[in-house]
């Protein structure tokens, strides 16, 4: 095997270098492809040979029964679990199986967790603020002054994110699903090529889940996204592609009525 090619598959040693040099290779269209990945607690199958292909600008939709396996897929392509076996493919080079939590951030791999992180006793605006300027490839200090062009990325952001009345506000004071919509917009500012969100809207009132539909869509295209939740009225607003996963591995994928329709999906999950 040529050097060239070694690099190219990504199976050495991680390299920072070789992430933070380019842009991700997206030349099949292909953002995420998972191979065969499983993964073990105890002799528990958690994911078992899980393969999932997810396309550049992609919002896809993953349900199914609780204990599947969806958060530990998230785990796995984050880093935060490595797989027994398998390979999980960033862009056409990257094997995020190979780096560490951190790489993969910054490789352009953002998560939301159920519970938000956002900075309390900041406002809105100075967390979108901390965010950017967290993001290591723009390298600021955390006192530098914004210029007019970074106080334009924030003021876009806020009206993205629907909080542009609230920008002095302090985040603690927000509505649960006000705050959820910050943390995405914290994640956003980093501008991640995949944002992965685990039960978004949980939580959230109906009024909350539907703005969350219409920012979710507004932001297909340009980010993909994969998006865990049970409330189904929330996926069928938003869904093209529905994945169902049933002990670890994939059951049933496709448009959302082909997916409601089957069977074994209304059998393990929706007939319950
Ligand atoms: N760290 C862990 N240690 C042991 N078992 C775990 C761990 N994480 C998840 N599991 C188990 O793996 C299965 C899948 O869990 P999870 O990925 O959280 O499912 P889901 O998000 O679809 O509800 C569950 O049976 C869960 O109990
Ligand atoms: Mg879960």
């Given amino acids: 095997m040529s050097a060239m090619v070694h690099a190219g598959l990504g199976t050495g040693e991680s390299s920072p270098g070789r992430i933070a040099a380019g842009g991700l290779d997206l030349t099949h269209g292909t953002v995420l492809y998972l191979d065969d990945i499983s993964v073990s607690f105890d002799g528990f199958k958690a994911l078992d040979k899980l393969s999932l292909t997810i396309d550049a600008g992609e919002l896809r939709c993953v349900i199914g029964p609780n204990g599947a396996g969806k958060t530990t897929m998230m785990d796995v392509i984050t880093g935060k679990t490595r797989p027994d076996a398998g390979t999980v493919f960033f862009g056409q080079t990257i094997d995020l199986t190979h780096l560490t939590e951190a790489e993969i951030a910054q490789a352009g791999v953002g998560r939301k967790f159920q519970k938000p992180t956002i900075f309390e006793h900041h406002t809105v605006f ?50 649960h699903g006000q705050k959820q919509w910050l943390e995405i917009g914290m994640l956003l500012m980093q501008e991640p090529q995949l944002l992965l969100l685990d039960e978004p809207v949980a939580g959230m009132s109906d009024e909350e889940t539907e703005k969350t539909a219409e920012l979710f869509l507004s932001l297909a295209g340009r980010h993909s996204l994969v998006v865990v939740e049970h409330d189904m009225a929330f996926i069928e607003k938003i869904a093209r592609k529905v994945t169902v996963l049933h002990e670890g591995s994939v059951i049933a994928e496709g448009p959302m009525e082909q997916v409601q329709n089957d069977p074994r999906v209304i059998e393990v999950y929706l007939g319950r």
């Fill in 126 to 175: 100075e967390n979108l603020e901390l965010s950017m300027k967290a993001d290591k490839r723009v390298r600021k200090t955390l006192f530098a002054k914004l210029s007019s062009e970074e106080r334009d990325r924030i003021a876009a952001m806020l009206a993205r994110i629907g909080l542009a009345g609230d920008a002095g506000r302090i985040a603690g004071l927000l509505s």
